[in-house]
């Protein structure tokens, strides 16, 4: 019997749940472009950004989604032929090395799997062996939102370190970003990038690119680089026009505002990233108990290294789709799929399915994503362990 019908709950790793504040600021007439109100705006926003993305540093901003923002990275900082070492726990560190690749850098590829973290010791012993520091850059994604693993950034600045190597770290935060604590500065990343569709709560269509000083010294002998995306002019303007090197993205300029304000002025970056911690464990007690019977369990072993924003787990297939077409015709919950852990024409891709808890979620939501999930393993008859919301809700009770 469907009880769906009320608020749908999109719980996939993006675009997240826009609240219904950033909804409201993005209704309004077009603005003019070229002074007044939006100028201010603009200039209200950078300090906001870089305060959640914990930086002194310059920011660029794109109309783009985070696909954009990868060949913006790349494009300001690397010449056709220059090495790049590209960590990947996950289809998102592929994804960003294989825009590399197609923009002609040489990419080498250390792969860490799909469950496991970043070792940083590897990484160190890689860059030792690059004595004539033929690698450019080394990319690193923070949270991958495909297996869920979250990577330790400051370990491998200290990697980097160790090795005396003067590569470029740049990190990818764009499943992180204002949910998973994140430090530029503190931890030493030269260029981070995001975008604006899940821990900032905006519908897609901006991405963000942060560049340090040793960043600003690699671009000017990036020889990649093309008009469009040159961060030089989007961080500086001379002219309005030229932050986003044409028309404003008016709209998502408010809505941002508004996310803005929520995140950084009313809850605060720091309480975010709390909330997000909580919720996370609640979502990894529920599961963890129902994989006591052995059929489901988190795709990541050890909390130290999952994400707070998105949990991938493993399930015996074909159960995954089952149990999300359950939570969508049902309960209105819509789960996200498996993504880089089978092809998807193996059976086995039937055996995954992500939850999102990035953004505008609280203990309600995920208790509710968690109890329609419990209906859904009893409904299918899916082998399960017994109290897995019980052990969510002592979690949000603090116990
Ligand atoms: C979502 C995501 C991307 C890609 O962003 P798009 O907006 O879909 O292009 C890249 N990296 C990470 C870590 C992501 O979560």
Known sequence: MPLSHGRPYLAIPGPSVIPDRVLQAMHRPAPEIHGGAMVDLLAGLLPDLRAVARTRHKVAMYISNGHGVWEASIANTLSRGDRMLALATGRFGHGWAETAEAMGVDVEVLDFGKRSPVDPDRVAARLAEDRAHAIRAVTLVHVDTATSVRNDVAAVRAALDAAGHPALLMVDCIASLACDRFEMDEWGADVMISACQKGLMVPPGLGFVFFNERAEAARVCADLVTRYWDWRMRADPEEFYQYFWGTAPTHHLFGLRAALDMLVHEEGIEAAWARHARLARAVWAAFDTWGRAGSIELNVTAPDHR?????????????????????????????????????????AWHGFFRIAHMGHVNAHMVLGALGSIEAGLLALDLPHGPGGLEAAAAVIAGR
Not at 316 to 343: H, K, S, Y
């Open 307 to 347: 994400s707070h924003a998105v949990t991938s787990v493993r399930i015996v297939p074909p159960n995954a789709t089952a149990l999300r077409e359950w939570l969508a015709d049902t309960a209105g919950v819509t789960l996200g799929i498996g993504l880089g852990m089978a092809a998807p024409g193996d059976p």
